[in-house]
């Protein structure tokens, strides 16, 4: 049965991670590749990297740390952040990255995913949206850009349903940087309603979060950040929490 | 030497053997295809793209085959080696196995993450978790599958006929049991 993912996001700027990472084994924290291979190490299934400068100055070190990173991790990795033209898309996942991740663009640029898909398929592309609680949409949810602070006027899902992209990755904003649990209602909404796979984000506190989200959320995957950057839970303590609670996940 | 056809992102591939120790070339020429010692055929994105960017190498493809030395094909680089797929009808595989390419029906397509095998295969480790990222999966019509994996229903992960070891799953992208794999696969 394919497993459930649980996928370590980092914050890079200028190429560093940065949310400072408490790892007593790591010497330096804000090295994306020593935490990238910590993660692997604890059975990551994926690694996500979001370039949140994302200006033309940091593409440079992104590629880069794309490169250096795909020659010593051979698990599965993706890339977001500043993300606007198909040639962009092209440079990260020539670097070695499996996936990048488009958000804002996709919204600014209607045809930016149906190209990408064409060029490089469906699985190397991922739609990120930031969703937004709001009951005057059909779904309940409205489709925000730019981090989170730009409302668009579309309904979230509807927006959704029509990606040519491989995978959702859907972050509830209202839950994001909460801890306080991710939003079950709208993951599950979304994850019954696509027929591709949704990889759940923001809100993670605790293994019970990530474990609701996978079972009750019906997520497909669920990212994470500041639960694991902080040293708190491991990737294994999370994964033996979900085994124990008969949640498929990749020994 | 390891010889790689380049198919689109052949990176990956070509890096999990460098971190194996072993050198690669990454080529369109038919005459190398055909001189080859080992031959990889990697393969993302869609049944037709692939034949179409391989067709000038069709006829090397299936003498290096017909030599008996050894081939290994991953994922849509497995699906092509059968007649035809659903993801591109009317467009004719290498026709090197009899059976075709079939989509998933139920759950989420494509099928992205990792699944188990269920293999006795010496070559793979039954029930390890592997790397897949497919919509389609093949359809053999004679015993040549050495591994299943159970995606709302069992599919065919792995073959082996002869000389051509062919897998559904990215080896190159499934962590230390993937690099095992390969490891495996140019001892033999």
């Known amino acids: 049965m394919l497993a459930k993912r649980i996928i370590p996001c980092m914050d890079i700027k200028n190429g560093r991670v940065v949310k400072g990472v408490q790892f007593e084994n790591l010497r330096d924290a804000g090295d994306p590749v020593s935490l990238a291979k910590e993660y692997n190490r604890q059975g990551a299934d994926e690694v996500s990297f979001l370039d949140i400068m994302a200006s033309v100055e940091s593409r440079d070190t992104v590629l880069e740390l794309v490169k250096t990173v795909s020659k010593e991790l051979f698990i599965p990795f993706a890339v977001g952040g500043g993300i606007r033209t198909v040639d962009d898309a092209r440079a990260i996942l020539q670097a070695g990255a499996e996936k990048v991740s488009i958000g804002s663009a996709a919204v600014i640029n209607s045809s930016l995913i149906d190209e990408a898909v064409q060029q490089f398929g469906a699985q190397a592309i991922v739609l990120s949206i930031d969703a937004k609680k709001n009951p005057t949409m059909d779904s309940g949810y409205e489709l925000y850009i730019n981090g989170g602070r730009e409302a668009t006027g579309l309904d979230a899902l509807d927006f959704a349903k029509k990606t040519a992209a491989g995978e959702l990755l859907l972050n509830a904003i209202d839950a994001d940087g909460t801890k306080t649990g991710y939003d079950i209602a709208g993951t599950k909404l979304f994850s019954e309603a696509l027929t591709i796979p949704v990889i759940a984000s923001g809100g993670a506190g605790s293994p019970e979060d990530i474990l609701a989200v996978l079972t009750e959320g019906k997520a497909d995957a669920a990212l994470a950040a500041s639960i694991f950057h902080y040293g708190k839970y491991t990737i294994a303590d999370v994964k033996a929490y979900l085994r124990k609670n008969d949640v498929e996940v990749r020994q | ?188």
């Open chain 2, 1 to 188: 030497m390891i010889t790689v056809i380049e198919t689109g992102n052949v990176g990956s591939v070509v890096r999990a053997f460098e971190a194996l120790g072993v050198q690669c070339t990454v080529t369109r020429d038919p005459t190398v295809v055909q001189n080859a010692e080992r031959l990889v055929l990697p393969g993302v994105g869609i049944f037709g793209d692939l034949m179409e960017q391989i067709a000038p190498l069709k006829e090397a493809l299936i003498e290096f085959i017909t030599a008996g030395r050894p081939f290994l094909g991953i994922c849509v680089g497995l699906q092509v080696l059968f007649e035809e797929s659903d993801e591109s009808p009317g467009v004719a595989g290498l026709c090197i196995c009899k059976g075709n390419v079939r989509k998933f029906t139920k759950g989420k397509v494509p099928q992205i993450g990792w699944n188990t095998l269920t293999t006795k295969d010496v070559h793979l480790d039954n029930k390890s978790y592997v790397y897949f990222v497919n919509s389609y999966y093949v359809e053999p019509k004679e015993d040549i599958t050495v591994a299943t994996t159970d995606y709302n229903g069992e599919f065919v992960s792995a073959i082996r006929k002869d000389n051509v070891f062919a897998v559904q799953f990215h080896p190159e992208k499934s962590g230390g049991v993937g690099l095992r794999i390969l490891e495996r696969w140019l001892e033999c």
